[in-house]
């Protein structure tokens, strides 16, 4: 069976994963979104997934330390690794204590920072290219503009629990109460930016209504997001 799923947040892919795997089917295999299952007994796996530091190759060293604790490497993806184990051998977690728990968020947040920081560049060439009268760029504008989103939303999530981890170690988070900004609204007063350098072009002015409603989009959800972290 072939199921086809964008996800960015690898804990609730863990989770689906895991419900698939109680359901009675066990993933064996994933490309480019799509993962394959075949069947097994309900509950016969645990799922989890990690990060690796090399790109696209499992060290020597990790698989070995694996195999030791009797866990299986399923797939490797780019950075992440897909690992099951199976549950008559006991529970299978990959971090139990709050130092390591920190230190592999943390990781997870600033390979998100950076690949959010060149798939910006990479909208906002887009965004002239389009203003320049590309219509199909335009295509392009929408599709990475919800990576950048979803991939924002997942540094605002990460800051959240490294946050909460380390106030679980006693740590006082500076801003805490009141969380991040959320990063939404720099984006959005980007848009809202390019969007007034073509105010009074008529010949603009179907782009500019359209940037001005992502501007405003953005901003929403980075006020939304912020006072939900000012209430956590």
């Not at 600033?110 to 203003?131: P, R, S």
């Not at 199909?136 to 800051?159: D, P, T, Y």
Request: a negative charge.
């Amino acid at each position: 069976m072939i199921k086809f799923s964008l996800r960015f947040d690898k804990d609730t892919e863990t989770k689906w994963l895991n419900e698939m795997a109680d359901q009675g089917y066990a993933m064996t295999g994933f490309f480019a979104g799509f993962y394959t299952f075949e069947k097994c007994e309900p509950g016969e796996y645990s799922y989890q997934i990690d990060m690796i530091e090399q790109f696209g190759q499992v060290p020597a060293d990790y698989k070995a330390f694996m195999e030791d604790t009797g866990a299986e490497i399923v797939q490797n993806w780019g950075i992440w690794v897909y690992l099951r184990k199976r549950r008559s051998e006991g529970e299978f977690q990959l971090y139990t204590d709050v130092e390591s728990m920190i230190e592999h968020y943390t990781k997870i947040r600033n390979v998100f920072k950076v690949v959010t920081a060149m798939e910006l560049v990479i909208l906002i060439v887009e965004l002239f290219g389009a203003m320049l009268g590309s219509p199909v760029l335009w295509i392009f504008v929408f599709l990475i503009g919800a990576v950048v989103l979803a991939f924002m939303n997942q540094v605002v999530k990460l800051n959240g629990i490294i946050a909460e981890l380390k106030e679980r170690r006693g740590e006082a988070v500076q801003g805490s109460n009141g969380r991040n900004v959320s990063a939404f609204l720099p984006v959005g007063l980007l848009f809202n930016s390019c969007a007034l350098t073509m105010t009074g072009n008529s010949e603009l002015e179907l782009v500019r209504i359209i940037i001005t409603i992502l501007a405003i989009s953005f901003m929403l959800l980075g006020i939304v997001q912020t006072v939900k972290g000012k209430k956590s």
